[in-house]
């Protein structure tokens, strides 16, 4: 069993403190954000993610989980301590590293003992050492024991609990081996590789990783594009291609493109990074130019279905980036209500979790109480985000209830034989059915 100080309580430091502590360690989460300390006390998430409410509950009943806004309530017995603040874009696609910073500082205001110092966020290349240096500074005439350590994390949202406990593998980057090596030991009873490089390089595969998945998104992307205009269908493209072992079929569907807290940030991060070290990321330029293309492509392929989207009523199911959370940041559907209304559309729409989250971004829009309301009077209904709750719907009633009959299905989650059986004009993403060209 080890103490273990985790400093952000968003969704990586919270699933972060909770599993450890599930796995028998003894976890104070911090954060400076008081509002957000007493809901957890009260057993109230800030998130929605599956899972974690209980497995919360379960730890701080056993004893093995807390939660304070206090740094040295905090950092008093812990051996190790792991930033997971909040790494967001800056003004020109850098990432802003204030809230790092400030948990380094902290951390040398507060530490009196030896600690491991563990960087869970992501973060530019050379940021350990950056964090290093800034304690060390702090610390001049009274130094302090201690190693830092990256330890990028791989969690998807809607999915943290599972992957944090199913890792494909724990990167632990380090000049300290022994520092490394106890970093491990918290992850032994995971069963998975763990690989330990330098503190430079475990930064990089981080980026590296991230991009990649949004590239493999970005370039089915294009092949939907192709699949468009020459009559194929791109789902089936994706399962051949996946078959491959070499290729593999994660990662590979095709819709509106990707969002969310990370691919977005990150992408442009690592191109900030290339860029400022004299680098030409054109590979990076292009996958994030084909992502915003997907959302314009859809709002073109409506204007020209409906002659023009002005005054046209567009039903959008699904707000959250992805479906099972309720996180809106950087999502795919929001930009592309701001599209159509920009073109004069008048949006109804509706999503699981996350319509609390989204309502303030959508000011214009009917945020509506289910599928079916969103459909009552519109010209047309498009699916952004795949929730199950979306998979079975009434289609015969949502026919009846729409003025104008034409489905843009965003995520490719329907059966166009269905549906056109039914009488709806059908547009996929990569889609077209027997030879029929998607419009
Ligand atoms: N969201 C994900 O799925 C995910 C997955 C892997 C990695 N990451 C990375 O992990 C990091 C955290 O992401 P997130 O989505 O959990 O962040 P978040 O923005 O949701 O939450 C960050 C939390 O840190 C707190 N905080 C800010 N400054 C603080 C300080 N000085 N002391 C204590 N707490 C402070 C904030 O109040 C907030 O609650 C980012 O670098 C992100 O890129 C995120
Ligand atoms: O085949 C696919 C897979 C995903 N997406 C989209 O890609 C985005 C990201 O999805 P996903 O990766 O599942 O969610 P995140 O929670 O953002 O997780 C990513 O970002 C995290 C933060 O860095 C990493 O830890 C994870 O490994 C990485 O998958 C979402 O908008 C998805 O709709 C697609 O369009 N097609």
């Known amino acids: 069993m080890s103490n273990i100080c985790v400093i952000g309580t968003g969704y990586v430091g919270l699933v972060t403190g909770t599993c450890f502590a599930d796995l028998g360690n003894k976890v104070v989460c911090l954060d400076i954000d008081e509002n957000r300390i007493e809901k957890l006390k009260q057993g109230i998430m800030p998130i929605y993610e599956p899972g974690l409410e209980q497995l919360v509950a379960q730890n701080v009943r056993a004893g093995r989980l807390s939660f304070t806004t206090s740094y040295p309530e905090a950092l008093k017995d812990a051996e190790f301590a792991f930033i997971a603040v ?9 990432a802003d590293l204030q809230y790092v910073r400030a948990v380094a500082e902290a951390i040398a205001d507060h530490v009196d003992h030896p600690i491991i110092v563990v960087n869970k966020s992501t973060v530019p290349v050379g940021t350990g050492d950056w964090v290093a240096d800034i304690i060390r500074k702090r610390r001049a005439g009274r130094p302090l024991q201690f190693s830092v350590v990256s330890n990028p994390e791989f969690l998807r949202e809607g999915s943290a609990i599972h992957d944090f406990m199913n890792p494909d593998r724990v990167v632990l980057g380090s000049l300290d081996r022994e520092a490394a090596s106890k970093v491990a030991q918290l992850y032994l009873t995971l069963r998975c590789p763990i690989l ?49 072992k070499r290729i593999g079929p994660a990662f590979l569907d095709a819709g509106l493109g990707w969002g969310g807290s990370c691919f977005p940030k990150d992408v442009k991060a690592l191109a900030h990074m290339a860029v400022l070290h004299g680098s030409n990321p054109q590979l990076l330029q292009a996958v994030m130019e084909i992502n915003r293309n997907m959302r314009r492509r859809v709002v073109m392929r409506l204007r020209k279905a409906l002659g023009t989207l002005n005054e046209k009523v567009i039903g959008v199911l699904g707000l959250s980036f992805k479906p099972n959370t309720d996180d809106i940041r950087e999502a795919p559907a929001l930009e592309l209500i701001h599209l159509m209304e920009n073109e004069g559309a008048l949006i109804r729409a509706y999503d699981p979790q996350a319509m609390e989250n989204a309502r303030p971004l959508l000011p214009k829009a009917i945020l509506c109480a289910s599928p079916y309301e969103v459909a009552e009077g519109a010209d047309a209904l498009v699916l952004a985000t795949e929730w199950n709750e979306f998979k079975q719907l009434d289609f015969e009633r949502i026919y009846h209830l729409m003025r104008n009959p034409l489905i843009m299905d965003g995520r490719n989650l329907w059966d166009p034989e269905h549906l056109r059986s039914l009488g709806f004009t059908y547009f996929g993403i990569g889609r077209a059915t027997n030879g029929i060209v998607n419009g």
């Open 196 to 244: 330990i490089t330098d503190l430079r390089t475990a930064e990089m595969i981080k980026y590296a990783s991230n991009a990649f998945l949004a590239t493999r998104i970005s370039f089915i992307n294009e092949i939907a594009t192709i699949c468009e205009e020459l009559g194929a269908d791109v789902r089936q493209v994706a399962i051949g291609m996946g078959l491959d």
């Open 86 to 94: 909040g790494t967001p874009s800056g003004v020109d696609g850098e």
